[in-house]
């Protein structure tokens, strides 16, 4: 079974910051799938960058970056230069093929970040 | 680009009662997954849908049932409702044999047992 743990269950960061939420799992899967999702006040559960295992360069999306460590099996989202817009709940996702062209997505209880201005 | 569908958006239901929720993943995509969120909890993966079959089981009770039509929308069926099932409830939906997959979302939802 695969978990997701993130041990941090709120953080700020002052407007224009840098702030880096951490997400570790568990797995004994070579291939797989890494991902953090917004969860704004509104609920909507948003993509905010992914992750393939397989690849060694970490994924950036514009001031949202990661920093994968497939040994250490760690997934931490990096956030530059922080806007209001950026409070939300943040949870990181893991998601293995489990057969038969079936994928497993298993959610991290999540980070509430709040950015102050 | 479309977007997956959920309907509806909020439903008020009383104990006992019965909800079905629909679910239209985005065209191509073949799976479907329903997650269970509670008020400040994690999603809490209940079933999943690959090719009409269902794919996976997660924590879901067995007054729910669900499946996947021939055209690819699923619905979730919510029998003898309780107060506890009060949460928002997530579709996802992906393409099963695309390499680099991702689960889209919809907006959820928002059901309310009285």
Redesign the interface.
């Known amino acids: 079974a695969q978990t997701v743990t993130q041990s941090q269950p709120e953080m700020s960061v002052q407007e224009a910051e840098t702030v880096t939420l951490s997400c570790t799992y568990d797995t004994s899967e070579s291939n797989y ?1 890494l ?1 953090w ?1 917004k969860q704004p006040p509104s ?5 905010v960058i ?1 992750q ?1 295992a397989y690849k060694q360069q970490n994924a950036t999306e514009n001031r949202f970056s990661v920093n994968f460590q497939k040994a250490a099996k760690s997934f931490s989202l990096k956030i530059s230069d922080s806007q209001l817009g950026d409070t939300a709940m943040y ?1 990181c ?1 893991f ?1 293995v093929y ?13 980070t509430k970040l709040s950015v102050i201005p | 680009a479309a977007g997956v569908i959920q309907s509806p958006r909020h439903l008020i239901k009383e104990k006992r009662e019965t909800a079905t929720l629909k679910c239209y993943p985005i065209p191509r995509h ?2 479907v ?1 329903w ?1 269970q ?1 509670g008020p400040g909890q ?2 809490q ?1 209940l079933i ?1 849908f ?2 009409k079959m269902q ?2 089981k997660g924590s879901i009770p067995d007054r729910f049932s669900a499946q996947q039509f021939s055209d690819y929308h699923s619905e979730l069926n919510m029998s003898s409702l309780e107060l506890g099932d009060s949460a ?1 409830y ?1 579709c ?1 939906s ?1 393409l ?2 695309q390499a ?6 919809g ?2 939802t ?1 059901l309310t047992v009285v």
């Open positions: 799938y991902f999702y609920r909507q559960m948003i993509l992914r393939e949870f996702a998601m489990s057969g038969a062209g079936s994928y497993q997505l298993t959610f991290g209880k999540g | 073949d799976t997954y997650y969120q994690d999603p993966f999943s690959y090719e794919s996976d928002l997530f996802a992906s099963g044999r680099n997959t991702e689960a889209f979302f907006q959820g928002r």
